[in-house]
């Protein structure tokens, strides 16, 4: 954005009031408080995306390799055929 644009758009006149330690903090402080839950939330469905994704590419990975934990069970490892 151009300087002139921003200028129009954001405007604070009494910015310079929060000079103080103590303001800045509380400021900080209702910030921080206002979003953590929103943070918390997207950190969650990333969460759920990742393991998601981590599932998919173990069945996939499964599959490909044909081993006996896959969701086609076309055999079962702890099955033992005796030569009987």
């Known amino acids: 954005m151009e300087e002139s644009e921003l200028a129009e758009e954001i405007n ?3 910015i310079h009031e929060f000079n103080t330690v103590e303001t800045l903090s509380q400021l ?3 910030v921080s408080d206002l979003s953590k839950p929103i943070l918390m939330e997207i950190g969650k ?3 759920m ?3 998601e994704k981590a599932e998919n590419r173990t069945v ?3 599959v490909q390799k044909g ?4 969701i086609e069970r076309r055999y079962n490892a702890l ?3 005796s030569k009987n």
């Not at 081993?67 to 896959?70: D, P, Q, S, V």
């Open 49 to 51: 995306y990742e393991r």
């Open 28 to 30: 900080g402080s209702n």
């Open 79 to 81: 099955k033992r055929e």
């Open 60 to 62: 996939e990975n499964s």
């Open 12 to 14: 604070f006149p009494y």
């Open 67 to 70: 081993l006996a934990n896959t």
């Open 45 to 47: 469905a990333i969460g």
